[in-house]
C-alpha cells in the first residue's frame, strides 16, 4: 500500500522541490484555510465527479447512494462512512495513477472556476504578508493539492486508501473533518512556533480549527490589518 499513489504519480507531490516549498516559517503568521464552501463556491467532491464521470452516471450514482445520504442527515451515519460509500460506488478499483491524472486536469480546468473571487484577495494579502499558509479539508488531497500547489501553499486533506495501484474506496485513516483538523495540524507544525494565526471557515466541522486561531473568520472573508 503507498500513500494515495503519490510516489507513482507523475506530479512527484513529494520530491524534494515539493519538501523545499513546505518548509518551516518560524515567527511569521499562520493561515489555516477550509476548501469547499470557504474557498470555494462548490463541494468539490461532487464536482470532480461530475467532471470524471459525466452528469448522467453522477445523478444516477446519487439516486443509488440516496438512502445513505438520508441516514446521514438524520444523524444515523458518520460524514465518513458516507464518504466510504459514496468513494467505493465511484471508484473503487480505479487505477490510483488514472485518478491522479483526472485530478491534476480538474485542479486546472474546473477548480480556478469554481474559486470565490473574494477568496483569491484574501488570500494574495496573506501571501503579501509572507505568511505560511495551508488548505486544512475533508476533500481528498489528489485534486486539492495540485491546486495548492500551483498556488504555492500547502494541503491537508483526507487520503484515499490505495492497495496495489488501485483504490479501495476506503479512506486512509480519518476524514480530516472536525477535531481531526486540529489533530493534522499539530502533527504537520509546531502552532507555538507561528504568529498570530488566521483561520477561515463555513461548517461546524471548522470550529475546532477555528478555535485554534487569534483571529477567526466563520463564513466571511475579510482582509487583515496589521
Known amino acids: 500500500m503507498d500513500y494515495a499513489g503519490y510516489k507513482n504519480h507523475p506530479r512527484k507531490y513529494f520530491q524534494e522541490a515539493f ?53 446521514f442527515v438524520i444523524g444515523k451515519c458518520s460524514s465518513q462512512f458516507m ?53 486544512v479539508t475533508a ?13 504555492d501553499i500547502e494541503c491537508i486533506g483526507s487520503r484515499l486508501e490505495v492497495s496495489e495501484g488501485k483504490i479501495s474506496g476506503k479512506l486512509m485513516g480519518i476524514n480530516c473533518n472536525g477535531e481531526e483538523k486540529v489533530r493534522r495540524i499539530k502533527e504537520f507544525l509546531n502552532l507555538e512556533t507561528y504568529g498570530p494565526i488566521y483561520a477561515y471557515g463555513d461548517s461546524k466541522g471548522d470550529i475546532p480549527m477555528l478555535k485554534l486561531a487569534d483571529y477567526a473568520y466563520f463564513k466571511k472573508l475579510e482582509f487583515v490589518h496589521e
Open 83 to 135: 464518504k466510504e460509500k459514496f468513494l467505493k460506488y465511484f471508484l473503487k478499483n480505479r487505477s490510483i495513477e488514472n485518478w491522479n491524472d483526472t485530478c491534476d486536469l480538474f485542479s486546472k480546468k474546473v477548480i480556478p472556476g469554481l474559486i470565490r473571487p473574494e477568496a483569491l484577495k484574501v488570500l494574495e494579502e496573506h501571501k503579501r504578508r509572507k505568511s505560511r499558509i495551508i488548505v
Open 19 to 71: 519538501i523545499i516549498m513546505i518548509k518551516q516559517f518560524p515567527n511569521s503568521p499562520l493561515v489555516l484555510f477550509d476548501f469547499d464552501g470557504t474557498l470555494t463556491q462548490k463541494d468539490t467532491l461532487f464536482e470532480i465527479i461530475k467532471f470524471d464521470k459525466g452528469i448522467f452516471h453522477f445523478i444516477l450514482g446519487m439516486i443509488v447512494l440516496s438512502p445513505y445520504f438520508i441516514a
Open 139 to 151: 476533500s481528498i488531497e489528489n485534486w486539492v493539492r495540485p491546486w495548492c500547489m500551483d498556488q
